[in-house]
């Protein structure tokens, strides 16, 4: 199974609307962390925002917002005000732990079209 | 303050052949990661260096990757010899802290980008 599903691999959001970016997981466990990376055309992974799973209210960072939901699974990224520099692939990760350590998981990510 | 820096940003190669990158962390960070991300998917953990001792390198193809991290500082991943399917881009990564919590802010290199032929 996947642990982590982006459904959507392809957006278009109109400059300055808001836009949600779909994200839901899988673990059994009940400690682990929820984040978000973009991944400009430039080739780095850009860190926005983490959520951990005790945390009871949604993360929010600037235009950044992450709607967690614990007991769906899900863990979506609101971006809201998009601009033409919001265009960029978007993923989902996961941290949980194993036998061995703790292991980031990325989901397949979510490729982000803003249109002036 | 710098950020992660790698060499080459791109290389092409003919598959049976050798290939080498190199990743200079953030100054001070620990822990240092290298990723293989593989076009269209998200990246997947190749190996973790904590400090210049290894903490994971389960999915790292070891008949044929390898990795080292001396004096714990840059690190170095060859790919000997490659195949087709390692096309990819690899990605390093630091993080100040140790890995060991699930809070862990990474900051990533822009990668190289690998072509086998």
């Known amino acids: 199974a996947q642990k982590i599903t982006q459904t959507q691999p392809g957006m278009f959001v109109q400059e300055k609307e808001a836009v949600t970016l779909d994200c839901t997981y899988d673990?059994?466990?009940?400690?682990?962390?929820l984040f978000w990376y973009k991944q400009p055309s430039s080739g780095e992974m850009i860190f926005l925002i983490y959520q951990g799973s005790y945390d009871e209210q949604n993360a929010t960072e600037g235009r950044y917002s992450l709607n967690f939901q614990k007991a769906r699974k899900s863990a979506n990224l609101v971006i809201s005000a998009s601009q033409l520099g919001d265009s960029a692939m978007y993923f989902c990760?996961?941290?949980?732990?194993?036998?061995?350590?703790?292991?980031?998981?990325f989901g397949a990510g979510t490729r982000l079209f803003v249109k002036a | 303050e710098a950020g992660v820096a790698q060499s080459p940003r791109y290389k092409i190669i003919e598959k049976r052949q050798s290939v080498a990158f190199w990743c200079n962390p953030i100054s001070g960070h620990a822990t240092l990661y290298w990723y293989q991300q593989i076009l269209g998917q998200g990246p997947k953990l190749l190996i973790q260096f904590q400090n210049n001792g290894v903490v994971d390198d389960s999915q790292l193809p070891k008949d044929r990757f390898s990795a080292e991290r001396l004096k714990g500082v840059d690190s170095t991943l060859k790919i000997q010899p490659a195949k087709l399917e390692d096309s990819a881009v690899y990605l390093c990564a630091s993080s100040l802290d140790l890995g060991t919590g699930v809070y862990n802010e990474q900051f990533f290199g822009p990668g190289t980008r690998l072509t086998v032929l």
């Open positions: 990760a996961m941290r949980e732990g194993y036998a061995g350590g703790f292991k980031t998981i």
């Open positions: 673990t059994s466990d009940q400690s682990y962390g």
